[in-house]
């Protein structure tokens, strides 16, 4: 009995060839030759460079010293334990051992939990008390078991494995993107704060409809929706994505709001028609500029997706000059369904969903009507089908079963969208899938009920951003330019400085200023480099052009 009640709480136990651990009435290491395995394991590894180590249960330093040895400037090793008792029992064993490398960082539960989403952070600061390298220094994740102990919590350190994984990915994957469009986000966004003074602000609409909605998508089920409501929209309020717009107006249906975060001008072909339309445009920051010349500013309200995590859009935030924000979701199909829930007065409201498929059928991608579906019909020939089949058979799509067990075709991007549905949205109070195709979204399905709805409660269109705001704003353009200029002098040596002097003010105006760089491909952060600074010497002229 004294012995079981020992082997409850880790204590070492000598061996041959050095300590092994006994913890739950199991060895963690083997009793014969502990270091043996690990030791093994090292030595056949191939280290590439910017990998990121998840260090399993380490309960005795086997290994490290050897595994530290092999790494580069950029790979680092995170020391993960789930068990509380191990945790402790190894910390104390560490210390006594005086054992410390700085490409180790032991993280406590709580920095595990974050470290998904750390490594997702364009902006990064590192956590307290230990010494992971910035985001973006990573591009792989390798997991290597330390001891058995990784027995105990197996699912946790396959989770926290897969979400970093997940996260390295995003972070590059958001940085292709920005490289190619980031420029384009910024100068959009920047175009739009303009012109915010002059519409409503979409804090008018929060709280304000007292009708169930009605949230369209592009998806095939989209069509699901309009023949169900063709007769009875009044019924309803109506959102919908900005290519769910055409195929509503050309089935008579008017939606009372669409949304919009496309940056290119191509997407302004789904707004044809609208021009007298009582339709709210509700617009990203970074979405398409020149939304007024479709509709008039007070038919424009803007919210905030944060394209990437900068200091300039920080300090616009703290000067109460931005619209509410939002993560950028990647489907503006998302974004519709979360202002959604923030329009209805209470949680009463019910909010159904067509269109968000998140995956199409053998033939055909979008709804009839859409704009990718009058594309087909434009370019169809002999050579050129109406019928997309190299969508459902190409190689980045698979097929896969989804609603009422049809198949369907989708792909990896796609699925991701509903996997981010799910996590974002699924327990929601009275938010419905009413579509019958498509992926599952986690939510009850329930079609729209055709009742005698109440009113909506009228958003105070005559609210208006306040002059202290303008007045923010129109501060805020001045200082830019001013500060623009004066980097632009120290750049071209119009202003003389000490070389450290100079070296120091120029980082003062740059580094803050993300939008200037954000879309190099080096560009995750800000680098004193010749060939850097002679770059953002070059977008200072663009920018100043309309700042």
Request: charged residues 20%; hydrophobic residues 40%; proline residues 5%.
């Amino acid at each position: 009995m004294p012995e079981q009640i020992q082997n409850e709480k880790p204590c070492l136990v000598n061996t041959p060839q050095g300590f092994s651990v006994s913890y739950k009435n199991k060895l963690l290491y083997s009793k014969y030759a502990p270091q043996k395995a690990i030791l093994a394991a090292i030595e056949k590894l191939t280290v590439l460079p910017g990998t990121l180590f998840l260090c399993c249960s380490p309960v005795l330093p086997y290994g490290l010293k050897e595994l530290c040895q092999k790494l580069d400037d950029k790979s680092f090793c995170v020391l993960c334990e789930f068990d509380r008792d191990l945790s402790q029992f190894s910390e104390d064993f560490f210390s006594s051992q005086n054992f410390k490398d700085e490409k180790t960082a032991r993280l406590t539960l709580p920095q595990l939990q974050r470290l998904p989403i750390l490594l997702n952070e364009t902006s990064y600061a590192p956590m307290q008390g230990t010494r992971l390298l910035p985001s973006g220094t990573f591009k792989r994740v390798i997991r290597l078991d330390f001891s058995a102990g990784v027995q105990f919590h197996e699912s946790l350190y396959s989770e926290l494995t897969a979400a970093c994984t997940r996260a390295i990915m995003t972070f590059w994957a958001n940085r292709m993107t920005l490289v190619r469009f980031g420029r384009k986000y910024s100068q959009n966004f920047f175009k739009n704060l303009k012109l915010l003074p002059a519409t409503i602000p979409i804090q008018n609409f929060f709280g304000s409809v007292s009708k169930p909605i009605i949230v369209f998508g592009a998806g095939q089920s989209l069509e699901e929706g309009i023949d169900l409501i063709k007769k009875n929209s009044s019924f309803f309020y109506i959102l919908c994505a900005d290519t769910a717009l055409q195929p509503l107006l050309e089935n008579g249906i008017e939606a009372d709001g669409v949304f919009i975060e496309e940056a290119q001008s191509v997407i302004k072909k789904a707004f044809i028609g609208t021009q007298k339309s009582r339709t709210q445009i509700f617009a990203g920051l970074s979405a398409v500029p020149h939304l007024d010349k479709i509709k008039q500013p007070e038919k424009l309200s803007f919210f905030t997706t944060k394209y990437t995590g900068g200091k300039f859009l920080d300090n616009l935030s703290e000067k109460d000059i931005l619209p509410p924000e939002n993560e950028p979701f990647g489907s503006v199909g998302l974004t519709a369904v979360y202002y959604a829930l923030k329009f209805r007065s209470s949680t009463e409201i019910p909010v159904y969903l067509y269109g968000l498929d998140f995956s199409y059928s053998e033939s055909f991608t979008h709804a009839r009507a859409t704009m990718a579906h009058k594309e087909r019909f434009l370019k169809n020939s002999r050579l050129f089908p109406l019928a997309n089949f190299g969508a459902s058979f190409g190689f980045s799509s698979e097929k896969v079963i989804g609603k009422n067990n049809s198949a369907v075709y989708t792909t990896r991007t796609l699925k991701n969208y509903a996997e981010l549905f799910k996590g974002l949205f699924a327990g929601t109070p009275n938010l419905f899938d009413a579509a019958s195709t498509g992926l599952e979204l986690g939510l009850p399905h329930k079609s729209p009920e055709i009742s005698t709805a109440s009113e909506n409660q009228n958003a105070d269109a005559g609210k208006t951003f306040s002059q202290a705001q303008i007045s923010a704003i129109k501060e805020y353009f001045a200082s830019e330019r001013a500060a623009l200029e004066e980097l632009r002098d120290l750049l071209t040596g119009k202003i003389s400085l000490p070389e450290s002097e100079r070296t120091s003010r120029i980082t003062e105006l740059a580094a803050p200023r993300e939008y200037l760089y954000l879309h190099f491909a080096d560009g995750v952060r800000f680098s004193s480099d010749i060939s850097f600074l002679k770059r953002i010497r070059t977008e200072i002229d663009f920018f100043l052009k309309f700042l």
